[in-house]
Structure formats: C-alpha cells, structure tokens
C-alpha cells in the first residue's frame, strides 16, 4: 500500500525558506510522478509542482516558478520541496501526491485529479 508522509512545515517570516519532505513507501515509484499541491481555507487545491520520478524532470505552476525547487532522492524514496522568499499568499496546507507517470511522453500532472495517492499535508504559514 502506497504511503506518503510529508514533513516540514511551519511558521516562517515572509522572504523566508521552508523545505517540505514527503517520504514514499509502498512500492517501487521509479514510473511515478510526484507531485505536490496546496490548499489555502476557502480554496480549491492548487498545483505547486511535480517531478518526473524516471528522469528527474521538474515542472512548476507560474505562482511558485523561480521560487519553489523539486528535487528527489531515490534511495531514500523522498522528494523535496524547496521554497525560497516565500510570501503570505503562499501560505496553505501543502500536500505530497503520487501516481504512474506517462512515460514516454511530455505529459505533465497539473490536476489533482490525476494523483490518485495522497500524503496527510503540512501547514505551512508565512507571516508579513
């Protein structure tokens, strides 16, 4: 059974770093995108980023692009979430998310609805 754990939020001034964790298990996940998503109250869930487990491929929404860096360690099967000079609006409860990827293809998993696995989330809140 999948199981995505993420870690690292908390409370950080705005201009300030953050980097979230999300720690796989499960299976194997080297045909997987990983993807991460936030949720702000009153909000729909929002497509921050994913990576392309086979490859390593990173793509970003326009909002966090600059800012925010994906980055994955296979033999830990963990991903990273690097957030720099953070904002108030990026303030939200940040989530891991995970399914098979279309390999061979450019294919990229913006919508939550094509993540069929999903870790618990972390808050993350930026103060001005």
């Known amino acids: 059974q999948v199981q995505l754990v993420e870690s690292g939020g908390g409370l950080v001034q705005a201009g300030g770093s953050l980097r979230l964790s999300c720690a796989a298990s499960?299976?194997?996940?080297?045909?997987?995108?990983m993807g991460w998503f936030r949720q702000a109250p009153g909000k729909e869930r929002e497509f921050v980023g994913a990576?392309?487990?086979?490859?390593?491929?990173?793509y970003y929404a326009d909002s966090v692009k600059g800012r925010f860096t994906i980055s994955g360690d296979n033999a830990k099967n963990t991903v990273y979430l690097q957030m720099n000079s953070l904002k108030p609006e990026d303030t939200a409860v940040y989530y891991c998310?995970?399914?098979?990827?279309?390999?061979?293809?450019?294919?990229?998993?913006?919508?939550?609805?094509?993540?069929?696995?999903w870790g618990q989330g972390t808050q993350v809140t930026v103060s001005s």
């Open positions: 998310a995970a399914d098979r990827d279309y390999s061979g293809t450019d294919y990229q998993k913006r919508r939550a609805t094509e993540y069929g696995y």
């Open positions: 499960g299976r194997t996940f080297s045909s997987y995108a």
């Open positions: 990576i392309r487990w086979s490859g390593g491929t990173t």
